[in-house]
């Protein structure tokens, strides 16, 4: 599911880009509506550490932030790799988020 929901977050926000330049003014809709999606991720990755996927002890506001920071580092290197599929590049944002760059053990 994190790998579907990572695909078509990067799918709109390539076809979206001049909305990532918007700035979301405190008390603003838009920024409620960012409030809410940071909600429901948080609630997504407790989800996730539940099945084992993350450490019991995983800091899920601290995994969010690094799971955004995933996704708008493949954004930039949308420029450079445009003709990328978003479920390889999901593939790789959803993997490297749960397990690293480290050697598999």
Do not use: N
Not at 83 to 103: F, K, N, S, Y
Request: hydrophobic share 45%; charged share 25%.
């Amino acid at each position: 599911m994190l790998h579907q929901i990572t695909a078509t977050v990067l799918r709109m926000k390539i076809s979206w880009r001049f909305g990532l330049e918007q700035a979301d003014t405190p008390g603003s809709p838009a920024a409620a509506a960012q409030r809410d999606l940071a909600c429901r991720c948080v609630q997504l990755l407790a989800r996730a550490r539940d099945h084992g996927l993350l450490a019991p002890d995983a800091d899920l506001e601290w995994t969010r932030r690094v799971y955004y920071a995933l996704i708008g580092e493949a954004l930039h290197g949308a420029d450079a790799e445009p003709d990328a599929d978003p479920a390889v590049v999901a593939a790789r944002i959803v993997d490297t988020l749960l397990h690293g760059a480290g050697p598999r053990r």
